[in-house]
């Protein structure tokens, strides 16, 4: 089933963050992942959560979606994207399936 990686990001670096987009993004694709939201504005409706810049991704399965985070294959991209910034991560299992 489809996985979603969630990922709110305060970017501390622009210049330095450009490095980690650049080398993130084939990663994605790699891994049979879609960006559906990446950097958009936000708007909250309610509660006290002020997103910065939200990253929506799909993946074709769980198992790839923590595969693609939490993967030492990718785990020097991920240093950079800390390096210069704050991220909040989460990896959501799809719970409809579509077919």
């Known amino acids: 089933m489809t996985a979603y ?7 501390h670096n622009p210049e ?15 891994n049979g992942g879609t960006y559906l939201v990446r950097g958009a504005d936000t ?11 939200m990253v929506v991704m799909q993946f074709p399965s769980l198992k790839v979606a923590q595969y693609w985070a939490t ?7 991920h240093a950079l994207r800390n390096a210069n910034a704050d991220a ?12």
């Open 16 to 30: 330095a963050y450009k490095e980690y987009l650049a080398k993130i993004t084939p990663t994605v694709y790699e």
């Open 43 to 53: 708007q909250v409706v309610t509660g006290k959560w002020q997103p910065k810049r």
């Open 88 to 99: 909040n991560m989460v990896i959501v299992e799809g719970s409809v399936d579509f077919k």
């Open 5 to 11: 990686v969630i990922v709110d990001v305060e970017v």
């Open 71 to 77: 993967s030492d294959t990718y785990a020097d991209i």
